[in-house]
């Protein structure tokens, strides 16, 4: 598999969020930049959840301190993340 | 050393009792790592009971602690206490408005709150003191009304409280709100002898001493916090504080238990099954953790016997008993748990201090074995709800007792005791906080684009239950879900906001014209085992 870009990152976040916490939802209403932590979109658990499933797909490590608002609260800060997590560890 | 009596009239005395006994052992230790002691702590007190009794507060008025959790907070918390005024917790993050209606509604003549929060305090027409805290002196507070105090100057203020014999044991200790069906929280009312008589079951059953560690995972508005707070510190030992922030992390949590040797686990099964789950347990030393208990709700037997194969050394328990009762049955759960059961553990026999009856819809004992409405009565049942006038229908009077109607479904096993049913009515428990579905609906009914809501909840083998908003709206004029999330995350507590919104023309209605919830159930626990 070639690396993704940050723009097929975005995609595949924004498919991972409408499924597992917007069921019914449009993907044009899901902005790059909509809050989903600050807005319950994605609770505390759904975050864990989350986390788990980008460990696993892009093969990073998220440590407990990075897992705050800063890098997950919007579709664009968690691809910039993972991209440079990717870079780093690359 | 003299045995200490066992039947404290008043939750000041444990921790008077162990200022004279313990004054130099660490109370409580703050989620910023900073500590009290004992001394310290009851100190604090005195000097904040002096402030409020200078204030011109007087027995039995209602004061807010709305702030995250702290050693401020614990201090706030005795210093209203000894002026034998009653707390108020309330969740900092709740969204304003809610904030607002919990204060009003009982009137609270003080508050004690973060910076983030003072405003709202200060927007409730009775809350004539509104202590800052979290803010050093004069900092943060000087913009605020001549009303507002900060906490460095309330520490610096006389020792005063109410005298010891004037206190009783109908003192209402504090005022615990949960969800409304009508979508205005109910304040449980709680005095200190319904605390205390619980406070005494646990020293009897769970044998803590000064060298135990306590969690204190829920937070304050919470009735978890009871036995957090008031145990530990009725035997002189060491409560540590775990912040919102670190209770939502299981990696994080993992390491603080074992790093701070903490002996006593309390939460919501929830939470041990997050920790189980994503808490990496295996690379840390948990040797000193002796006992483990849940309550809040079922624990799934799945993330149970994860928990006790990672956690193999402490006993556990789980503890049964809505707010109004606090814990009034329980059950020890044998570990380990055999890999063929399914069944959720029941929850087990009557405390020591609670009787309980099991009755038809007549309030007929059913014959041992049978389903019926679990009603509890005793010393830890509550007098009522804040500011309910009249007969409280939750109750009956039979052998000269008053008996509470859990609104839990129970069959007795011989062999176990209380195994729970289920429920009749529309709450439901999620992460171990109540909802009433009702108070979703009258929150989604605010909103401007919606004409008509009607929710449901469903099983689901991880997260307990999911929560299904049906919603019309007004013509021609749709909300994205997004909208409605947000808007929802502004109008209810997060653990209230619905896992997934469908939309309706408009709701189906029974022949009566009631909404019919029982089609949008089946059709949302049809969509749920189609997802799966």
Same mark, same amino acid.
């Given at each position: 598999?070639?690396?993704?870009?940050?723009?097929?990152?975005?995609?595949?976040?924004?498919?991972?969020?409408?499924?597992?916490?917007?069921?019914?939802?449009?993907?044009?209403?899901?902005?790059?930049?909509?809050?989903?932590?600050?807005?319950?979109?994605?609770?505390?658990?759904?975050?864990?959840?989350?986390?788990?499933?980008?460990?696993?797909?892009?093969?990073?490590?998220?440590?407990?301190?990075?897992?705050?608002?800063?890098?997950?609260?919007?579709?664009?800060?968690?691809?910039?993340?993972?991209?440079?997590?990717?870079?780093?560890?690359? | 050393?003299?045995?200490?009596?066992?039947?404290?009239?008043?939750?000041?005395?444990?921790?008077?009792?162990?200022?004279?006994? =313990?004054? +130099?052992?660490?109370?409580?230790?703050?989620?910023?790592?900073?500590?009290?002691?004992?001394?310290?702590?009851?100190?604090?007190?005195?000097?904040?009971?002096?402030?409020?009794?200078?204030? !011109? /507060?007087?027995?039995?008025?209602?004061?807010?602690?709305?702030?995250?959790?702290?050693?401020? !907070?614990?201090?706030?918390?005795?210093?209203?206490?000894?002026?034998?005024?009653?707390?108020?917790?309330?969740?900092?993050?709740?969204?304003?408005?809610?904030?607002?209606?919990?204060?009003?509604?009982?009137?609270?003549?003080?508050?004690?709150?973060?910076?983030?929060?003072?405003?709202?305090?200060?927007?409730?027409?009775?809350?004539?003191?509104?202590?800052?805290?979290?803010?050093?002196?004069?900092?943060?507070?000087?913009?605020?009304?001549?009303?507002?105090?900060?906490?460095?100057?309330?520490?610096?203020?006389?020792?005063?409280?109410? /005298?010891?014999?004037?206190?009783?044991?109908?003192?209402?200790?504090?005022?615990?709100?949960?969800?409304?069906?009508?979508?205005?929280?109910?304040?449980?009312?709680?005095?200190?002898?319904?605390?205390?008589?619980?406070?005494?079951?646990?020293?009897?059953?769970?044998?803590? +001493?000064?060298?135990?560690?306590?969690?204190?995972?829920?937070?304050?508005?919470?009735? %978890?916090?009871?036995?957090? /707070?008031?145990?530990?510190?009725?035997?002189?030992?060491?409560?540590? /504080?775990?912040?919102?922030?670190?209770?939502?992390?299981?990696?994080?949590?993992?390491?603080?238990?074992?790093?701070?040797?903490?002996?006593?686990?309390?939460?919501?099964?929830?939470?041990?099954?997050?920790?189980?789950?994503?808490?990496?347990? &295996?690379?840390?030393?948990?040797?000193?953790?002796?006992?483990?208990?849940?309550?809040?709700?079922?624990?799934?037997?799945?993330?149970?016997?994860?928990?006790?194969?990672?956690?193999?050394?402490?006993?556990?328990?789980?503890?049964?008993?809505?707010?109004?009762?606090?814990?009034?049955?329980?059950?020890?759960?044998?570990?380990?748990?055999?890999?063929?059961?399914?069944?959720?553990?029941?929850?087990?026999?009557?405390?020591?201090?609670?009787?309980?009856?099991?009755?038809?819809?007549?309030?007929?004992?059913? *014959?041992?074995?049978?389903?019926?409405?679990?009603?509890?009565?005793?010393?830890?049942?509550?007098?009522?709800?804040?500011?309910?006038?009249?007969?409280?229908?939750?109750?009956?009077?039979?052998?000269?007792?008053?008996?509470?109607?859990?609104?839990?479904?129970?069959?007795?096993? *011989?062999?176990?005791? =209380?195994?729970?049913?289920?429920?009749?009515?529309?709450?439901?428990?999620?992460?171990?906080?109540?909802?009433?579905?009702?108070?979703?609906?009258?929150?989604?009914?605010?909103?401007?684009?919606?004409?008509?809501?009607?929710?449901?909840?469903? *099983?689901?083998?991880?997260?307990?239950?999911?929560?299904?908003?049906?919603?019309?709206?007004?013509?021609?004029?749709?909300?994205?879900?997004?909208?409605?999330?947000?808007?929802?995350? &502004?109008?209810?507590?997060?653990?209230?906001? *619905?896992?997934?919104? %469908? =939309?309706?023309?408009?709701?189906?209605?029974?022949?009566?014209?009631?909404?019919?919830? #029982?089609?949008? #159930?089946?059709?949302?626990?049809?969509?749920?085992?189609?997802?799966?």
């Amino acid at each position: 598999m070639s690396d993704p870009s940050t723009d097929q990152i975005k995609e595949e976040m924004r498919q991972y969020v409408l499924n597992e916490f917007l069921p019914g939802e449009k993907a044009s209403n899901l902005h790059d930049d909509t809050p989903l932590r600050s807005s319950s979109i994605i609770d505390s658990v759904g975050l864990l959840r989350m986390i788990e499933f980008i460990e696993n797909r892009y093969t990073i490590q998220v440590e407990a301190h990075e897992a705050g608002v800063e890098n997950f609260d919007r579709i664009e800060d968690i691809a910039t993340f993972i991209q440079n997590k990717r870079g780093a560890g690359a | 050393m003299s045995e200490r009596s066992n039947s404290a009239a008043n939750l000041c005395e444990y921790l008077e009792a162990s200022a004279q006994r =313990f004054g +130099d052992r660490v109370a409580v230790v703050d989620p910023d790592g900073s500590s009290v002691t004992y001394r310290q702590l009851n100190d604090r007190a005195d000097r904040i009971s002096g402030f409020l009794l200078a204030r !011109g /507060l007087q027995p039995g008025d209602r004061v807010g602690v709305v702030q995250p959790k702290s050693v401020t !907070g614990v201090c706030a918390i005795f210093g209203i206490l000894k002026a034998r005024c009653a707390y108020v917790p309330v969740d900092s993050s709740a969204p304003a408005d809610r904030i607002r209606s919990i204060l009003g509604n009982c009137h609270v003549r003080a508050v004690f709150a973060s910076p983030g929060c003072a405003g709202v305090a200060a927007d409730v027409e009775t809350a004539k003191t509104v202590v800052v805290t979290g803010t050093s002196t004069g900092q943060g507070s000087s913009s605020l009304s001549p009303n507002a105090f900060a906490w460095d100057k309330v520490l610096e203020h006389e020792p005063g409280r109410a /005298l010891p014999a004037s206190r009783h044991r109908d003192d209402v200790a504090y005022i615990l709100y949960t969800s409304g069906s009508t979508g205005i929280p109910k304040g449980v009312t709680l005095t200190h002898e319904n605390a205390v008589s619980f406070v005494d079951w646990c020293t009897s059953v769970f044998n803590p +001493d000064e060298h135990d560690r306590f969690s204190s995972h829920a937070p304050f508005h919470f009735d %978890l916090s009871i036995l957090d /707070l008031y145990v530990s510190l009725k035997h002189g030992s060491t409560l540590y /504080l775990i912040s919102e922030e670190l209770g939502k992390s299981p990696a994080k949590m993992a390491a603080f238990i074992a790093s701070n040797q903490l002996t006593v686990w309390y939460s919501t099964p929830s939470i041990l099954s997050l920790l189980a789950e994503f808490g990496n347990l &295996k690379q840390y030393d948990y040797s000193r953790l002796r006992l483990v208990l849940f309550a809040g709700e079922v624990f799934p037997v799945k993330h149970l016997r994860n928990i006790t194969a990672q956690w193999p050394s402490p006993v556990y328990f789980n503890l049964y008993g809505p707010t109004e009762t606090n814990v009034c049955t329980f059950a020890r759960i044998p570990t380990p748990i055999p890999p063929d059961r399914t069944q959720p553990y029941p929850i087990g026999w009557p405390c020591s201090h609670c009787a309980a009856l099991v009755v038809d819809d007549a309030k007929v004992p059913v *014959p041992k074995g049978e389903e019926g409405l679990l009603y509890i009565s005793g010393p830890s049942v509550f007098k009522g709800y804040w500011g309910q006038t009249g007969e409280n229908p939750a109750f009956f009077e039979r052998d000269g007792q008053r008996w509470y109607n859990t609104g839990d479904v129970v069959k007795e096993d *011989p062999a176990d005791g =209380f195994i729970y049913v289920g429920r009749r009515d529309r709450m439901v428990k999620r992460r171990g906080y109540r909802i009433e579905l009702g108070d979703i609906e009258s929150a989604l009914y605010r909103h401007q684009q919606i004409s008509e809501a009607a929710v449901v909840a469903i *099983p689901d083998a991880d997260a307990g239950v999911k929560i299904h908003a049906y919603v019309a709206t007004v013509q021609d004029s749709q909300p994205s879900i997004v909208d409605l999330k947000v808007f929802c995350s &502004k109008a209810l507590p997060a653990y209230m906001s *619905p896992d997934a919104f %469908l =939309f309706r023309d408009s709701l189906p209605r029974t022949s009566t014209d009631k909404v019919d919830y #029982q089609k949008l #159930q089946k059709e949302s626990a049809a969509s749920q085992s189609q997802a799966k």
